[in-house]
Nanobody
Framework: QVQLVESGGGSVQAEGSLRLSCVAS????????MGWFRQVPGKEREGVAV????????TYNDSVKGRFTISRDNAKRTLYLQINSLTPEDTAVYYC????????????????WGQGTQVTVSS
């Protein structure tokens, strides 16, 4: 079973940047589709970005294109999310997730989830 632990969240001002990390343990992630999701209290969780096992193919939510970059280092079992030009609308708990790759899409059902890391953006 894959365990996922996120880090890197915090409180920043608008236009600031953060780099979120997600370290996987318990199993290699080389064959897993991985993704970042976020949720605001009272709202549904939304997909932010996903990345195929090889680390080349990615898909982003339209709301974050050009500002967020997802990447992975399979040797380090680590998933990253570089977040630039933050806005208050990006405030949420950000979750890392993984699934066996049969497909790799923002709307897929992911199997493994981290506990989340809070990102708070002030104007």
């Amino acid at each position: 079973q894959v365990q996922l632990v996120e880090s890197g969240g915090g409180s920043v001002q608008a236009e600031g940047s953060l780099r979120l990390s997600c370290v996987a343990s318990g199993y290699t992630i080389n064959t897993y589709c991985m993704g970042w999701f976020r949720q605001v209290p009272g709202k549904e969780r939304e997909g932010v970005a996903v990345i195929y096992p090889g680390g080349v193919l990615t898909t982003y939510n339209d709301s974050v294109k050009g500002r967020f970059t997802i990447s992975r280092d399979n040797a380090k079992r680590t998933l990253y999310l570089q977040i630039n030009s933050l806005t208050p609308e990006d405030t949420a708990v950000y979750y890392c997730a993984a699934k066996v790759r049969r497909s790799c899409d923002l709307n897929d059902a992911f199997t493994y989830w981290g506990q989340g890391t809070q990102v708070t953006v002030s104007s």
